[in-house]
């Protein structure tokens, strides 16, 4: 899955304009093709974040297409993933007003190999946001409590950080995002990044919703892969 384990409130509650508080509602439509030598599918992630006057909900689905018949050929879904997390925080006009609690939970299913599931996982913590004035620079870090159903954990934690760059180099419409999650399963370390390069083309016809770009998926020991894999993915994104 593109995302797996994804644990981001990327933006704090809300941002102060002179006309007060303005909520940071994104809500976006990735199709992203992956290029990786052992993947070359498409996936869909439809995703959303909404802040309210007590914290936040990000989530995201993600739908792989690559599954294949008898001749190979590509006639459906091959998997989809749910992450949904809810940021905590009552205390927006306080002094601690950047930490929340959060509460998340990840979970998928495959059609592949005779079907398999991706165990249900149940994460609790704290994060805290740094942020510049206007919001166009942010960087999370999140510390969580993970449990995993089914599966041996000698460390049950999962460590995330998460960035997000607005007008990247003074280039409107350009943004550079992404994260880094390390967690464990059994004994072993794993790691995933997915730093994200995003452009608004469409600013230059009167549509602002379009973006082109894409990913690069960087991780270690993951899913059923031992070591270090670098996979390319580039599409578009319609934010609604």
Known sequence: MRRLLLSICSLCAFVVTAQGETPLTDTNLQIQYDFGKDRRLVTATFEMFHPDAWGNTFFFVDVDFNFRNEANRNIGPSGTYLEIA??????????????SLQVEYNGGLGAMFGGYTIN?????????CLHNSDYTKTFNMVVLYKKFIGLKQNVPMQFTIV?????LFGLKGLSFSGYGDIWWEGNTTIFQSEPQLWYCIGQFFHCSHLN??????ISANFANDRGWRCRPCLGAKWVF
């Open 212 to 217: 082109i770009g894409g990913e690069l998926e």
């Open 163 to 167: 960035w997000g760059l607005k007008d």
């Open 120 to 128: 249900h996982a149940f994460l609790a913590g704290v994060n805290y």
């Open 86 to 99: 809810r940021c905590l925080n009552f205390w927006q006009k306080s002094a601690a007003k950047d930490l």
